[in-house]
């Protein structure tokens, strides 16, 4: 940081999400600002808890700057709305200060271009389906245990890493079986953190007030949701224990939120995936799906034995080239659905996959291990830089390791069926 930062009266205009944001980054990097002002007369203070000390800032009528020294002064404008960044212009302008408006730079803030801004962080692992190809349903949770995030955790890790702007909170389980996930969503709301569900949720059970947060927050930008059929025969065959009518409910209510709240978020995709007993609901599923105004997206199915009755129809309805993923795994790398495979790899550098307890995972896909580091404990920046974890870039990029064997057991992308695959083809992931 510079010195002349440091030294001066720091005030930050604008006490909404994305200065909530900022002042999360200047404390991350030892930077204490004075105050914050803010137009809005109902906003009087800011609580944050950070890594060993508890913050509390006062938030006043922009009016109190114009009692402030003019040549140590330094007003950080927060807001990303352009009108609201003309409007606080104009402010300035009118009590003479536009002089005292300052832009922060890289000296200011920790450069963080080689951290990731998003990452993966499994809300729950928990499920109440019981689908016949779950991996984690078989193994009773296997390697990654029965669990979910806890808000204590959630908190800590936000505070500790104010560059990371993104989460994804679904992978191996059921996000709204976490009974924390209503605070979790308001507190990351509160610090600008965006949050999406795309990796599916099955929305069988969810209470009206999480409908509502996850709509009225602003910062739930999207949903898959795994909906395989279009009638309750069809969809239990898979979904177990699940209820269609139910799921198409709850997706009614979201819709209703957000028109009640005039929002276009979150953004909700019907997820399908084709099996021999849902073939005939694909192209009603597509017409539900505008409908409701999802998005819809088929996927091939895990069961490698499943053989399409319907091809022709298929090929035509969903555009997929392949029906299942061993299908998927043999297709040429021009393949959509072979690069998707592939893309996973990408989530190490792009976006970390972290269990719900903390457990360095890398990518959505690993269930049986992990990279044998603890995210909770010792931060993100230290995790992704193990040697490990390292070793596991460059393995799937193709490169030549030596004493390999030193981190076979950290290095779950050597048991993965899609490193095997690359290996098999000599075909590695791009960076």
């Not at 930062?5 to 909404?16: D, E, M, R, W």
């Not at 390999?404 to 992931?429: A, G």
Request: charged share 25%.
């Amino acid at each position: 940081m510079t010195m002349e930062l440091k030294s001066s009266n720091i005030v930050l205009f604008g006490a909404g999400r994305n200065g909530r944001q900022i002042l999360r980054e200047l404390l991350a990097n030892g930077i204490k600002p004075a105050y914050l002002v803010d137009n809005n007369p109902n906003i009087k203070g800011i609580e944050y808890d950070g890594i060993t000390e508890k913050f509390t800032f006062s938030v006043m009528m922009p009016e109190v700057l114009c009692d402030e020294d003019k040549r140590v002064l330094k007003v950080v404008v927060t807001p990303e709305n352009i009108s609201q960044r003309e409007e606080i212009t104009t402010q300035m302008r009118m009590w003479g200060l536009v002089d005292c408006l300052y832009k922060l730079n890289n000296d200011d803030i920790k450069d963080n271009t080689e951290l990731p801004v998003s990452i993966r962080l499994e809300a729950s692992t928990l499920c109440q389906l019981d689908c016949p190809a779950c991996g984690m349903r078989k193994d009773n949770y296997g390697a990654l245990g029965a669990g979910y995030l806890k808000l204590t955790d959630f908190k800590q890790f936000v505070n500790r890493h104010a560059y990371i702007r993104n989460i994804e909170l679904a992978n191996f389980g059921e996000i709204f079986l976490n009974p924390d996930l209503k605070s979790i969503i308001e507190y990351a709301n509160e610090w600008g953190v965006y949050l999406t569900a795309n990796s599916g949720v099955n929305l069988n059970n969810v209470s009206e007030d999480v409908l509502d947060c996850i709509v009225r927050c602003g910062n739930f930008k999207e949903m898959t949701i795994s909906i395989d059929g279009v009638t309750q025969e069809e969809y239990s065959l898979y979904r177990r224990n699940g209820n269609y009518d139910t799921v198409i409910e709850n997706i009614r209510k979201i819709n209703t939120y957000k028109e009640r709240y005039a929002t276009e978020h979150p953004r909700l995709k019907w997820q399908y995936v084709i099996r021999e007993h849902n073939e005939d609901g694909v192209p009603r599923a597509k017409i539900h799906a505008q409908e409701l105004n999802m998005e819809i997206s088929f996927k091939p199915t895990w069961e490698h034995d499943y053989k399409p009755k319907k091809l022709e129809m298929l090929k035509a309805e969903t555009g997929l080239k392949c029906f299942t993923r061993k299908e998927c795994e043999e297709e040429s790398l021009d393949s959509p659905e072979a690069l998707s495979n592939y893309m996973l790899c990408h989530q190490l550098w792009d976006a970390p996959q972290i269990n719900w307890d903390g457990r360095l995972l890398g990518c959505c896909s690993v269930r049986t291990s992990d990279f044998g580091v603890n995210v909770f404990d010792v931060g993100l920046e230290y995790a992704i830089n193990t040697e490990s974890y390292k070793c596991a870039k460059q393995l799937v990029q193709g490169k030549c390791l030596k004493q390999l064997e030193d981190y076979n057991i950290c290095i779950p992308c050597l048991r993965c069926s899609t490193y095997i695959s690359m290996l098999n083809k000599n075909s590695f992931c791009s960076r």
